[in-house]
């Protein structure tokens, strides 16, 4: 049903059986398209043919065509985006893998980052398909700006295979005059759709089977100025009437074309039985329907019969898909029957129409039905029901469920526990934990008040299960741990979204203590859980916090395996958010210098990130890019990104998070040169005191220290640190930490025990493939690392080759390639050609063998060769290789 539901969205009107053929509007529309031009604009008030005459047209190209039909929810730049991408998905499965991740945006990314992704689609989509039209029908119902700043950068970028083609009731924010100037644009105003003469005899004949006098037909045509919804409707009203009464009919009616409308359609109505009346205002308020919601709203059980009726009568009913089951009115002929509809008919159609969408799986639609009744009470309940599902929270859409409860009077949640703490998650993963525990307190007020019964301790249960929740953000582990253990006790085993929460707080709570593998084992039984409640996010999320913590262990290959394990099952439950995904898999390329891999999936992830409105994410995206940042050489742009940051937790009630973001950006102040900066927060961290673990904070004023030269305090510090972290498992910093103990001794002039520590930080560096690291202090690692080569020779001849880079460049030798190769893939490339296997080649780079037969797939697709021999072959012919 929600696919069905969705298809209706992108289904293209089909011609209609004995339309009028419109020859001269089609040929107009033909030449525009083959002369190159970027736009097609069809700019007329409603009921002048738009859709058809778009449709007719669009279907008689033969170029593969995306259509969209618009209403006022897809401002919502989220939902717009799903839609576009499911729209470009009946043209090709695999198409706009680049848009993919955009899915259900709950915060409006960067135009600029999608326009990007999407032209590159659109290129791919032109490349297999040849011509691309891509069609946005009613395009006057967006009002959001970055929607047409989109639509602007598309214009500016689109690829030469791909056309744009809007259908709107007014002009659109574009830069139209532009166009026009620079002849990109072709045009069709009302007086261009205006029926001639010739074409509305021929409508009347054909489309309405009237056989009317030439003189009548000039008359209407006078009359109705060539407008088609006044023509089809003057053909309805004259059904059936002799040459006399057909006579005065046409004499009878003038005036503007909306009292038209308003006459032609109160004397189409007043010929229908009264049944259709009421089956036609009963099923007013629908956007879309199909014979069972009709059902639902009139009572109707014949519904599929009187729908197969109404479209026999050309009675401004479309179709949305080709089985014909799913329908929608002409806008402007709903609107005139929604005229006809008192406030509380309208009400009660809503409420039942909110009613139907809830049974039928799809909550969203059910609970905007359910605001356009304007009964908060009604809408309060029905919120309560959708939320109640787990699979509501699936593909979890910060921004729209925030919206639902800030248009919700609050007075409307009193008496409803239930709904208070469904309010409460909302809030806590928004960090407004001052909502939070408000309305987590007013509802155990509630409950404790009211009758004991197993619903009304379940409610208590989750109650405190959200103050755990809460505790464990804020790093205080006693009270997280005394929370979970009480609510645990009280859950019912078969509430697996519950349990799957409780889990996921405990993994945070460990993972705070520093008790990493307690973390992982707890966020993957929370991704369990939330697997047998149905419920994507949070199998995503908590498996993508284990692979953060594998990370914190020093595992990285575990860590690249957990993430593909994630990528592997939202492909199957057809999730598409993965930003917080794509951005540890970001970090880890980032971790083995593969910067260009790291670049790709930090930025869409970070994008991803601002949009589902979760902010621990983009905190994480943003770490990592400012990181790459300073790799790149760019320190003012990793400075900017970590400001920002900083800025972000500032605003939220998490002191944690704004001393680790703190912490962060002294990092990058110290290795962008800015060092009073760093020892200001260095002076000003040694006064704090906190519970939880700290080891970035930690490390952070040791490398501070080190830089400075304050060094009596440094061996202290960091082998506190390395014995705390060896107990733990915590690698990455055991690592960290043996690395500045060897720059330190380093400093101090003992080489022996700098060396060793060197050697140490080696051992644990080299089989999971840790790069970026030591490059980072290369130029103090310098003379260390070929004394302690003979440890793992191929990785620190690799870390000396990347720090020292040959001179002659490479990139002359890739212009011949359609797509040139990776840094990472061109490492792949001369192990290749040197014979190794794929498991030989990750070995040797440190990446997984799936990760390594993935970039050998690239390089023949990339070199165009069908195998490994080949792949060789054209290397050498390109000077690739020796």
Sequence with gaps: MVVQFLQTKCYVPPPRAKSVVRARLSDMLQRGLLAGRKLTLISAPAGYGKTTLAADWARQTGVALAWLALDEQDNEYGR??????????????????????????????????????????????????????????DYHKIREPLIHDLLNLLLEHLPPTCHLLLLSR???????????????????????????????????????????????????????EGWV???????LSLQGRDAAHTEVFIQAFGGSHRYVFDYLAEEVLGQQPEEVRAFLCGTAVLDRFNASLCHA??????????????????????????????????????????????????????????????????????????????????????????????????????????????????????????LKLNAARIFYLARRFDLAEKQITQAEQALRAATPTPETAQLQALATLYRGSIASVRGDFAQAMAHFALAQERLDPDDHLAHARALFGLGLAYKLAGQTERAVQHYMRAAAEAMSAGVAFLVVHAQCNAAEVQMTQGRLRLAEQTCQQIAHYATEAGYAHLGLPLTLLGGLALERNDLTTAAQCLQEGLAIARQSGLTDDVLVAMRFLSRLHLAQGNATSALGMMQEAHAITQGQEIPRLSLLSAAHLARIQLYGGQQAAAAQWATAYQATHADYVREFEDLTLARIWLTLGELDALPTLLLSLLAQAEASGRGQTCLEAMLLLGLYHHAQKETDKALEWIGRALRLAAPEGYVRLFLDEEPSLRDLLPQVRTIAPDWVDSILAMAHPSVAPRAALLTQLPEPLSEQELNVLALLCAGHSNREIAAKLFISPGTAKWHVHNILQKLGVGSRTQAIIRARELGLTS
Excluded at 85 to 110: E, K, N, V, Y
Excluded at 229 to 234: E, F, I, P, Y
Excluded at 365 to 394: C, G, H, I, K, P
């Design 170 to 224: 007014e002009d659109p924010p574009l830069p139209l005059p532009r166009l026009r100037v620079r002849g990109e644009m072709t045009e069709l105003r009302a007086q261009d759709l205006r029926f001639t003469v010739a074409e509305a005899e021929q409508f009347f004949h054909q489309t309405m089977q009237l056989a009317l006098r030439p003189d009548w037909v000039a008359a209407l045509g006078e009359r109705t």
């Design 229 to 235: 919804a006044s023509l089809q409707l003057a053909g």
């Design 80 to 137: 717009f985006l799903t839609y576009l991408h499911f729209a470009l998905q009946q043209i090709d499965d695999g198409a706009a893998m680049q848009l993919r991740t955009a899915l259900d945006a709950a915060r409006l990314p960067s135009p600029e980052a999608i326009a990007i992704g999407l032209c590159y689609d659109l290129a791919q989509l032109g490349l297999r398909n040849g011509r691309l039209l891509l069609a946005f029908d």
């Design 297 to 418: 709203l009139t009572g109707r059980a014949d519904s599929q019969a009187i729908l197969h009726q109404l479209e026999q009568a050309n009675l401004f009913l479309i179709p949305l898909d080709d089985r014909r089951e799913w329908y929608r009115y002409h806008h402007l002929f709903a609107d005139y029957l929604n005229t006809l509809l008192s406030q509380a008919e309208k009400r009660q159609l809503c409420q039942a129409a909110a009613a139907w969408h809830a049974a039928n799986q799809l909550p969203l639609e059910a609970v905007r039905y359910a605001f356009a009744s304007a009964d908060v009470a009604f809408t309060a309940a029905m919120l309560e029901q959708v939320l109640r599902r787990d699979t509501t929270w699936s593909s979890f859409d910060l921004g729209l469920f925030s919206s639902w409860f800030a248009a919700l009077p609050l007075h409307v949640l009193e008496g409803r526990p239930e």
